[in-house]
């Protein structure tokens, strides 16, 4: 099934104007991509910005038939997905828990899932992805670029990848939940085993063995109270 895309040359940001869509049922598998957004928005409150033509920003409306409680994990599958597309193209990136694609550890690509709907009826998602093609100014964290990797791709070529592999593994999502990918996110997880701190936004943080994840794709920590589960929500991790 076709999808559609939109390109804008500057807008505020593409999942903002996608959320006001949607929960028109006719919109599913729209995608609007940006030159320029003047008002990116990251995960956890933060802001995402990219200079003009270093990367590829871009959201997909997507609708489910089930509900809000369904889509549990979903934002690790969108991580295999692009995951699986960049490898293809010769980047060797591993996924952070949880949405997080890093290259040489370093994030390459960042994930931006917002919902809308009830728990029970129909629910249409706004999935939006900030990749950096090549290396942006000063930023807070140490980012990654797809020119590193030595991947030379045109942001059309790549979009497209990118969004053959999504739309395969959003079909599979639908069936099956988190569960149709769960094996190979583990295989791509870039901390499996490996000692992290999980923040909070209150509360101390917590030090562990991130060990895997759940169906639901809760993160499991070993911890010295034992086996722990943590959702995504407002929790970040960090390795140790
Ligand atoms: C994160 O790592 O915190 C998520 C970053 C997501 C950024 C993308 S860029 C396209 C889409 N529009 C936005 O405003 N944010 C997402």
Excluded: C, Y
Excluded at 68 to 80: E, I, K, R, T
Excluded at 110 to 134: D, F, K, R, T, Y
Excluded at 142 to 168: F, H, I, K, T
């Amino acid at each position: 099934e076709a999808l559609t895309v939109a390109v804008a040359e500057r807008i505020d940001s593409t999942n903002s104007q996608l959320m006001q869509h949607a929960t028109s049922s006719d919109l599913h598998g729209l995608v609007l991509a940006a030159e320029l957004q003047t008002a990116g928005r990251g995960r956890l409150g933060r802001r995402w910005q990219m200079r003009l033509g270093s990367g590829l920003t871009f959201s997909l409306l997507w609708r489910f038939d089930k509900g809000l409680a369904g889509l549990a994990g979903l934002s690790l599958a969108v991580g295999v997905a692009l995951a699986r597309a960049l490898r293809v193209l010769g980047a060797p990136v591993t996924l952070k828990w949880p949405n997080d694609v890093l290259l040489d550890g370093r994030k390459l690509a960042g994930i931006l899932i917002e919902l809308s709907g009830e728990a029970m009826g129909p629910a249409a998602v706004v999935i939006g992805i900030g990749l950096n093609l090549q290396l942006p100014g000063e930023v807070d964290q140490p980012v990654a670029a797809l020119d590193q990797a030595g991947v030379r791709v045109g942001r059309n070529a790549l979009l497209a990848a990118l969004l053959n592999e999504l739309q395969q593994v959003l079909d599979a999502f639908a069936k099956q939940g988190f569960a149709a990918v769960r094996e190979e996110w583990l295989a791509l997880s870039a901390h499996r085993d490996s000692p992290v701190r999980l923040s909070f936004s209150h509360g101390e943080p917590i030090e562990g063995i991130a060990r895997g994840v759940a169906d639901d794709g809760a993160l499991e920590v070993e911890t010295a109270a034992g086996m722990q589960r943590f959702h995504v929500g407002e929790v970040s991790l960090r390795a140790l």
